[in-house]
């Protein structure tokens, strides 16, 4: 399988590494006035360096909270130091996904041990006092970007508030296990805790990097913990005339290494008619099961027994953005 090209430099977080939360890579600064926690993580993979670009610049930028309290962290950074530019998808984990170990039975399970569980189990206290999170992510595969929104309305609903990516995906998770953007209260329709998951492009395009900014920039002036003036300059950029919101229906498990797609498939393609075969699984077809069906997130590039390969999708509905006003445009 052909590696894409690395377009953007990683950046050395080492000058971060003490944090000043007693938690490693992780800095929280509190205005001392009313208002949210909100969090903007990377890194929850290691080899998703937009984030940590985004991150490192705001960390370096010197950015404090008007307002609230703002936390910003690196997630996986053991595995982020195990980048390989000959081999850059094994830096994804070092044991296993830390975007799969997020409910408190496995937090407080402290017999099961691997390195992304103790990384969790360090942040876990920050993170159990954040409103609002966003966690920045990108794509094995070339294709547009997207708002993980989560299987809830509130998920929906902030991101229309946020206005891009473009397209915003409702879904209920990955069999694997629970990621952080569904932790307790951010998966709980009845709380006011609120998470976004961006997938910014593919992981080593430098418009992934442009796409983490804007939604970084764009989610603290949501939050009021900022205001415009006190973000880098130029990282907002103009939004695009339409969201559409897609629920995913159902994901496409791996049952073993013995599957293969139909065509070379990136990201939001749609199928117009059921019954389109799109992949086999162990010699068997794997077919649309409705009209307008819509691909999310194909790869194999991670592929192995229980693994989602694919997820699909159909369009609920589309919000128009051509009259909200753009004043923070660049």
């Avoid at 800095?27 to 006035?33: E, M």
């Avoid at 159902?250 to 049952?255: D, T």
Wanted: with cysteine; charged share 25%.
């Amino acid at each position: 399988m052909e590696a894409y090209p690395i377009e953007v430099e990683f950046p050395d977080i080492s000058a971060h590494a003490a944090g000043n939360t007693g938690i490693a890579y992780v800095h929280t600064f509190d205005s001392g006035v009313p208002g949210p926690h909100v969090m903007i993580n990377a890194l929850t993979h290691g080899n998703e360096v937009c984030g940590a670009i985004a991150v490192d610049g705001l960390l370096k930028s010197g950015l404090r909270p008007r307002r609230g309290t703002l936390t910003l962290s690196f997630a996986n950074v053991d595995a982020y130091a195990r980048f390989d530019h000959a081999s850059p998808d094994k830096a994804r984990f070092v044991d296993q996904d830390f975007n799969r170990v997020w409910t408190a039975a496995k937090l407080d399970d402290v017999a099961s041990r691997s390195s992304e569980l103790d990384r969790a189990r360090a942040m876990r206290p920050v993170i159990d006092t954040v409103d609002l999170l966003l966690d920045l992510h990108s794509m094995h595969e070339k294709s547009a970007p997207l708002i993980v929104a989560g299987p809830l309305a509130k998920g929906a609903e902030l991101s229309g508030k946020l206005g891009t990516p473009a397209t915003v995906i409702q879904d209920e998770g990955h069999p694997e296990g629970r990621r952080m953007r569904d932790y307790e209260g951010f998966g709980d329709e009845a709380s006011a805790k609120n998470a976004l998951l961006i997938e910014c492009g593919q992981h080593w395009e430098a418009s992934a990097v442009t796409v983490a900014r804007d939604c970084t920039a764009r989610f603290l002036l949501l939050s009021g913990v900022v205001e415009a003036e006190d973000l880098p300059a130029g990282w907002i950029v103009p939004l695009s005339n339409e969201m559409r919101i897609v629920r995913v229906t159902e994901p496409v498990v791996a049952k073993s290494m013995d599957f293969r797609f139909a065509g070379p498939y990136t990201g939001l393609e749609t199928f117009d008619k059921a019954g389109t075969v799109i992949a086999w699984s162990d010699d068997q077809p794997v077919a649309t099961p409705y009209d307008d069906c819509m691909l999310v997130m194909p790869s194999l590039r991670q592929l192995r027994p229980g693994v989602t390969v694919v997820r699909l999708g159909r369009i609920e509905r589309r919000i128009d953005l051509t009259s909200r006003e753009q004043e923070h445009a660049a």
